[in-house]
């Protein structure tokens, strides 16, 4: 089984997760030191507050590791489902969405792990595209976001 592409994606899923990156501040180095205060502030330029781009974070890494399990009907199509209820993200549940997102990162790493380079090349259920462009685009995902924090906690 070869594992050099995936073992190499799986290391900058967690890089940008995590710390190191070459960029800057990591997802979970922006969480774990911004104050609470600016969370849930709505900027007259943002459509999204910072818990709701944290809420969407941890429901892609979600929607990949239900893709993983096969599941064809998982989606994420509307703002709710990308962004969260009003109840989901609020000031009041910021720790839970950061304890959701690190649940979904441990979840999809671990999932990982469970496949080789074969899985690079198989289409996503329900999707037109592979493995390789969910995976890598999660990554571009993740740092496209990290720039979103950055300006709202401005």
């Given at each position: ?25 990591s997802v979970m180095e922006f ?77 999809l790493l671990s999932k990982l ?42």
């Amino acid at each position: 089984m070869n594992h050099n592409e995936l073992d190499k994606i799986i290391d900058n899923l967690d890089t940008v997760f995590r710390g190191d990156a070459w960029h800057g501040p990591s997802v979970m180095e922006f969480i774990n030191s911004m104050p609470s205060d600016v969370v849930d502030v709505r900027k007259e330029y943002s459509k999204y507050t910072i818990c709701q781009i944290t809420y969407h974070l941890g429901i892609w890494r979600k929607f990949v590791v239900e893709k993983l399990n096969g599941n064809i009907k998982f989606d994420l199509v509307s703002d709710e489902d990308n962004y969260g209820t009003e109840e989901d993200i609020t000031k009041a549940n910021w720790s839970n969405l950061v304890e959701q997102l690190k649940t979904n990162q441990e979840a999809l790493l671990s999932k990982l792990e469970e496949f080789d380079d074969d899985l690079l090349v198989k289409l996503v259920p329900g999707q037109d595209y592979d493995y390789y462009k969910l995976l890598t685009g999660l990554i571009q995902h993740d740092t496209y976001h990290l720039g979103m924090i950055w300006v709202l906690w401005e």
